[in-house]
């Protein structure tokens, strides 16, 4: 079955680690997005990836990293710098569309959420 | 950028009718919709891409309209199921980078009761 995996499920964190969220897509999406969601809240974009080797800063991408270094893969790094990194982490994946953006509907994983302890 | 999304909330009982409204200061190049149960991953909906269109399936269909600032979300005869968070994706450009991106607006929490 196509689809795409996030792990863990559940991640905690203890103050001033990093740590590596996976994300994996076996659709053959060209690109790739992590997006935070705190409660309530809508989705805000961290980071995407159109291309392997290339990735765009989205909207609050201070604190974490990321790489593409294979078309399937995305992990995000959730680094000591974010100040406030307890959230909902979902990844996405789409085809792009004409125009070379999202025209396509997302494909989102299950989610990671993590907590700092 | 972000969308601006109404009602932020809406409670209706089973079979009653709502419309939750998605609107952007400039034009779009499409917008998505999709809804979210609690603690679950956005399952999509529908995208539009045309002024003008109107498309959906059975009880649930959307609206773009002709200047593609405004979509509208319909859901009719509402069933149980249906309660969640409903969120618009707006495909903006990105000026940083060039590239289209999807912004995401606040979402609208649906309850469903019997």
């Known amino acids: 079955d196509g689809g795409i995996t996030q792990s863990p499920k559940y991640l905690f964190r203890k103050e001033g680690q990093n740590v590596t969220l996976s994300c994996e897509q076996n659709l053959n999406h060209d690109a790739m997005y992590w997006y935070r969601q705190d409660p309530g809240q809508g989705l805000r974009l961290i980071y995407y990836s159109q291309i392997v080797n290339d990735f765009q800063k989205g909207d609050i991408a201070e604190g974490y990293s990321v790489s593409r270094e294979k078309k399937e893969s995305f992990p995000l790094t959730v680094t000591s710098a974010q100040k406030n990194p307890t959230a909902f982490y979902l990844c996405?994946?789409?085809?792009?569309?004409?125009?070379?953006?999202?025209?396509?509907?997302?494909?989102f994983g299950p989610g990671t959420r993590l907590t700092v302890l | 950028q972000q969308p601006v999304q109404s009602p932020q909330a809406v409670i209706l009982r089973e079979g009653e009718d709502a419309v939750i409204n998605c609107s952007s200061s400039?034009?779009?190049?499409?917008v998505h919709w999709y809804r979210q149960k609690h603690g679950e991953a956005p399952v999509f909906l529908m995208i539009l891409l045309k002024g003008g269109e109107q498309k959906g399936h059975e009880k649930i269909s959307a609206s773009f309209n002709e200047k593609k600032q405004q979509s509208s979300l319909y859901l009719t005869a509402s069933q149980l199921s249906y309660s969640g968070t409903y969120f618009c994706g707006t495909e903006t450009l990105d000026m940083n980078t060039g590239f289209q991106k999807l912004v995401f607006g606040t979402g609208t929490r649906l309850l469903v009761s019997p």
């Open positions: 400039k034009a779009l190049y499409s």
């Open positions: 996405a994946s789409t085809l792009l569309g004409l125009a070379g953006g999202p025209g396509n509907e997302q494909f």
